[in-house]
């Protein structure tokens, strides 16, 4: 276990990288989560990679740790009545909007992918009802390590059994050994990118619809704010910021109004010209 002195540096530098708030009750969980990253860079011990990574000018070593220690609780169709809101109101009120030109969904703090798929299945089952929307979605998070496993579209069976249902599974998934594989379709729909939400996400372009779950509650305060205020202006005119089931947004909502307990972007709708 992680001395005091080492969790509190700890601590300090995954939260600078990666907005993280870390408490004292994860010294543990963050020792288990170190300790493979120790061996794989030839450390004894957790402590001496710590140690290394204080001395270590380029910032390599705490960029790993930050990545291993960042949380990735997810699940196919998590918060189901948000995803069912999607599919039956939000999605085809924006593509009703943008009037033919194409919808960009952003899945913010994605982890290993399920939200991002679970996006993409509806957007299929919509076009099987006759609707031919073109759809970008756009996946990103902080962790390259949890980005390579989004990429690969491979699940155990532990977590397809998580908010999945069995006929979407059958539909969408293909037994690939142990695990279950996405369909390549599916997997061609999402493009996943590393990004830090601490950071400007100027380079992903604007969205109509942003999902951001689960992830504020990690922040501090600040962070929080901020955070929601660099979504904010990603949103195109119209584009709406969701969040998970009983999570709200920060004060004052990065200058988005509450419409119907959704954030919304003031301003008229893009349309077609």
């Not at 798929?117 to 609707?131: P, T």
């Not at 996943?192 to 380079?203: A, D, T, V």
């Amino acid at each position: 276990m992680l001395s005091d002195a080492e969790f509190e540096i700890v601590a300090r530098e995954v939260k600078q990288r990666s907005g993280l708030v870390m408490t004292r009750e994860l010294a543990n969980s963050a020792t288990l989560r170190l300790t493979p990253l120790a061996r794989r860079e030839n450390f004894g011990t957790v402590s001496e990679l710590i140690s290394a990574a204080r001395i270590r000018p380029d910032g390599m070593l705490w960029n790993a740790i930050a990545d291993m220690l960042v949380q990735s609780e997810t699940r196919f169709f998590r918060d189901r009545a948000l995803f069912e809101r999607i599919r039956a109101d939000i999605l085809p009120a924006v593509i009703a909007r943008r009037g033919g030109e194409p919808v960009r969904i952003w899945s913010a703090a994605c982890s290993t992918g399920q939200e991002a798929y679970s996006l993409a299945m509806i957007v299929e089952e919509l076009r099987e009802q006759g609707a031919n929307p073109a759809i970008d979605i756009c996946a990103s998070d902080f962790s390259e390590r949890l980005i390579e496993k989004a990429r690969t579209g491979l699940y155990t069976q532990f977590e397809v059994q998580r908010g999945l249902p069995i006929r979407k599974l059958v539909a969408h998934f293909e037994k690939a050994g142990d695990l279950w594989c996405i369909a390549d379709r599916l997997r061609a729909a999402v493009r996943f990118e590393r990004h830090n939400l601490l950071k400007h996400p100027g380079q992903l372009g604007q969205f109509d619809i942003v999902l951001c779950c689960h992830v504020l509650h990690s922040f501090d305060a600040a962070a929080r704010a901020d955070v929601t205020a660099r979504i904010a202006e990603t949103l195109a005119p119209g584009g709406v910021l969701l969040l998970g089931a009983g999570e709200t947004y920060p004060e004052g909502a990065g200058g988005l109004t509450i419409e119907n307990g959704i954030a919304v972007r003031p301003g008229a709708a893009r349309r077609a010209a």
